[in-house]
């Protein structure tokens, strides 16, 4: 399996960035996805989580700001992020994961993921 991201790079505050993550190996609709990021010095924290219908999870700073998509027929999954801040800086990370979850602590918990990709850079910064 392979995940990999594109579409991170330097932005201004308030300007937007739409992270792409391309999945091979796998049968892309049979699982859930999601992002994680990770900044210099802290804990990988959890982003957003689709299920396979479609369903949609955030953590409470995103909300609102970022939506996630995802296109099974591309084995493609999104982020569009708006409204970007300084705190948003990190290292983006997609993921896939085969288990159900029942809150949005256990969606945005990334033991509950079987794959992950390399990552791409992304930097809000004036």
């Known amino acids: 399996v392979v995940l990999v991201e594109s579409g991170g790079g330097l932005v201004q505050p308030g300007g937007s960035l739409r992270l792409s993550c391309t999945a091979s190996?796998?049968?892309?609709?049979?699982?859930?996805m999601a992002w994680f990021r990770q900044a210099p010095g802290k804990e990988r924290e959890g982003v957003s989580r689709?299920?396979?219908?479609?369903?949609?999870y955030y953590t409470a700073s995103v909300e609102g700001r970022f939506t996630i998509s995802r296109d099974n027929a591309k084995n493609t999954l999104y982020l569009q992020m708006n409204s970007l801040k300084p705190a948003d800086t990190a290292m983006y990370f997609c993921?896939?994961?085969?288990?159900?979850?029942?809150?949005?602590?256990?969606?945005?918990?990334?033991?509950?993921?079987?794959?992950w990709g390399q990552g791409t850079q992304v930097t809000v910064s004036s």
């Open positions: 190996g796998l049968t892309f609709d049979d699982y859930a």
């Open positions: 993921a896939a994961g085969s288990r159900r979850v029942l809150s949005t602590r256990e969606a945005l918990d990334g033991r509950m993921y079987n794959y």
């Open positions: 689709i299920s396979r219908g479609g369903g949609g």
